[in-house]
Nanobody
Framework: QVRLVESGGGSVQAGGSLRLSCAASGYAVSSYCMAWFRQSPGKEREGLASIDRYRSPRYEDSVKGRFTISKDNAKNTLYLQIDSLKPEDTGMYYC???????????????????WGQGTQVTVSS
């Protein structure tokens, strides 16, 4: 049974940093494309960044330079480092994985089979 569990969210002030983690079980982080999504109040779930089996990252323009996606294959864990947090970064952050080795295009929810329960990030000004 595949399980993805996010952690690391919290309430921070603008300009701060957070590192989100996504611990996987029953699923090999090293083998597949994984991504981070965010759902802000009143908005649809949006893809932020993805990373393929070769650890090649891809970022949406809105987060380039502030977000860093990475993974630790030995720990079977996906990460998202978020720097220079802004109030508009507030939302629920989800990790997701599919069964493809490469990530094709911008991450879209329909392309991912497995999801975590989310971790809340709240940024105050």
């Amino acid at each position: 049974q595949v399980r993805l569990v996010e952690s690391g969210g919290g309430s921070v002030q603008a300009g701060g940093s957070l590192r989100l983690s996504c611990a996987a079980s029953g699923y090999a982080v090293s083998s597949y494309c994984m991504a981070w999504f965010r759902q802000s109040p009143g908005k649809e779930r949006e893809g932020l960044a993805s990373i393929d089996r070769y650890r090649s990252p891809r970022y949406e323009d809105s987060v380039k330079g502030r977000f860093t996606i990475s993974k630790d294959n030995a720990k079977n864990t996906l990460y998202l480092q978020i720097d220079s947090l802004k109030p508009e970064d507030t939302g629920m952050y989800y990790c997701a994985g599919n069964l493809e080795g490469l990530c094709l295009g911008s991450p879209t929810p329909s392309a991912y089979k497995y999801w975590g329960q989310g971790t809340q990030v709240t940024v105050s000004s």
